[in-house]
């Protein structure tokens, strides 16, 4: 038990270090092509930080443990969506354009829907690939507003604001070929760990005798959140909280398509019924993020308190 711990201890850290450098390659190399930071919040950087959940989801489908692997994809959504969202809106109420919560907004929640839906017809192998088509069309419908997004960041311009402190005066634009190959070792590395950890949760719960759901849906999912947190808080001190909304909206529908699309494209689910209430809890606090966000374009600190009081009830519905 000792030796899981300190695996899973190791593989969190590795997991949180590794990702977070490679959201910091792949926002540079965003901003290199000329995409503004909501973009690259909900594209580039929601596709990097959501590397920890599509690794141990796919690498816990391979294994044969589908339904843990959903678990872990539906509780890292919600961590997302309630926890990380009421680190950004606590700390401060970032203004969001009209248009990344129409569009990205509306992905998110098309995509929790989505996999409710398919959780809820059984979750055959064959809603995998049609899942992953879906990530594939959001995603050009997400990038077609680049030039709404560009129009916006030219309107609203403010001074840089790194979500890490980094190098200063003439080393701001670090060569391409030292970015590339920091974010592939980062890569790497990101994978390796979440192998690790998802052996160590196994290895524990099995002695400890925890349900499959808890260990998915709260264990792996926040390690793997970790990234996202940490990227959050990090972001929010140093001003940039809307970045965090179009991370938080970029891997919601990211997960929920993606990453569940190539769990079960791997491995249908055993026991669909299991996964049913939390699923909805999740796709619960999609919709409840994308509301508050309707109709006020910005998160308050009252809305972050309830998102985070909504988490415990998605932790009530792991089991049933």
């Not at 489908?61 to 959903?70: F, N, P, T, V």
């Not at 030219?154 to 890490?164: M, R, S």
């Not at 052996?199 to 349900?211: E, P, Q, T």
């Not at 508050?292 to 998605?314: M, Q």
Request: proline fraction near 3%.
């Amino acid at each position: 038990m000792i030796y899981d711990l300190g695996a899973m201890a190791i593989s969190i850290v590795v997991l949180a270090v590794a990702s977070e450098k490679f959201v910091i390659s792949s926002r540079i190399i965003s901003r290199k092509i000329g995409l503004s930071d909501l973009l690259a919040g909900v594209v580039i950087v929601g596709f990097a930080s959501s590397l920890p959940e599509i690794a141990t989801s796919v690498l816990a489908s391979y294994s044969g443990h589908s339904d843990i692997a959903l678990s872990q994809v539906v509780g890292s959504t919600t961590i997302n969506v309630t926890i990380v969202s009421a680190i950004s809106a606590l700390a401060a109420t970032p203004l969001i354009p009209s248009t990344t919560i129409k569009r990205e907004g509306a992905a998110a929640v098309a995509g929790a829907l989505a996999l409710l839906l398919v959780v809820g017809l059984g979750g055959k192998q064959y809603f995998g690939p049609l899942l992953i088509v879906m990530f594939v069309a959001f995603t050009v419908f997400v990038l077609k507003g680049a030039e709404e997004h560009r129009a916006h960041a030219a309107k609203h311009a403010k001074p840089e604001v790194e979500i890490q402190n980094g190098p200063q005066s003439g080393d701001e634009s670090p060569a391409n070929s030292k970015v590339v190959l920091t974010g592939l070792v980062s890569l790497v590395l990101t994978l390796g760990a979440a192998e690790v950890f998802l052996k160590g949760a196994l290895a524990l719960a099995g002695r400890m005798g925890i349900s499959g759901g808890f260990v998915g849906g709260v264990i792996l999912a926040l390690g793997a959140s970790l990234p996202e947190i940490a990227t959050a808080i990090q972001a929010a001190r140093k001003g940039a909280a809307a970045l965090v909304v179009g991370n938080v909206l970029g891997a919601s529908y990211l997960t929920c398509t993606l990453a569940a699309g190539l769990t079960l494209s791997i491995r249908p689910l055993a026991t669909p019924n299991l996964e049913l209430a939390s699923t909805a809890a999740m796709a619960v606090s999609v919709c409840l993020l994308w509301v508050f966000l309707l109709t006020g374009k910005r998160l308050s600190r009252l809305e972050g308190v309830f998102l985070i009081i909504f988490y415990g009830v998605f932790l009530a519905t792991l089991g049933i």
